[in-house]
């Protein structure tokens, strides 16, 4: 009999040791535990702990119709997140989801919430605020850096140069010669 102030074992002690499903359940359920993650990562953490396709496939259907595995869901507040808190654009937003394990159709679903009015807004708070740092810098340098900045979280570069020209020219640059034309990169 277990003494009221022990623990009770692990649970790959509880689990059969020839009950591949078992054996499923509990990794996805630890998984899960940490994190929401995606029916795809799930597989490749099951694969790796030698779980047969089978079994694995049965329990994640099942985590699937009892809503522990929801990818469309974790998709779009993936992309939420994603856009919102680290101002990336629909294109990054994409890659990132795809790493995830994550579908096309899944994928195309989520990034309907960002659209290009709310990918332009992002991009112009994103080079207000990064233009303050690049103040004492010439207008050229500074729309080269902001540029590069939008295009590192996957703003198209027509939008990056058209966001950054426009962001240097509200702080300060007059001279519109202190400004290289894109189409000179």
């Known amino acids: 009999m ?23 359940r509990v990794v996805c359920l630890r998984l ?5 993650r995606s029916r ?7 694969r790796r702990r030698g779980v047969p396709d089978d079994a694995a496939a049965r329990v994640l259907d099942r985590f699937s119709e009892v809503g522990l595995v929801d ?27 795809r790493s995830r394990g994550f579908d096309d159709d899944v994928v195309a ?7 290009g009015s709310d990918e332009r807004q ?6 207000e605020r990064r233009v303050r740092a690049l103040s004492r810098l010439p207008g050229e340098v500074q729309l080269r850096r902001l540029a590069g900045y939008l295009g590192r979280k996957g703003y198209p570069a027509g939008l990056a140069f058209e966001v950054a020209r426009a962001v240097v020219g509200e702080n300060g640059v007059s001279d519109e010669s202190d400004i290289v034309n894109s189409d000179s990169w």
Request: net charge negative; proline share 7%.
């Open 122 to 127: 992002r991009a112009y708070e994103l080079a």
């Open 71 to 97: 990818d469309a869901t974790l998709a779009h507040s993936m992309a939420s997140a994603q856009h919102r808190e680290r101002g990336l654009a629909r294109r990054a937003v994409a890659g990132k989801l």
């Open 109 to 115: 679903d989520a990034l309907t919430e960002i659209d």
């Open 2 to 24: 277990q003494a009221e102030h022990e623990l009770p074992p692990p649970l790959d002690e509880q689990t059969p040791a020839g009950d591949p499903e078992a054996v499923a």
């Open 32 to 36: 899960l535990d940490k994190r929401a």
């Open 40 to 46: 795809a990562e799930l597989e490749q953490a099951l």
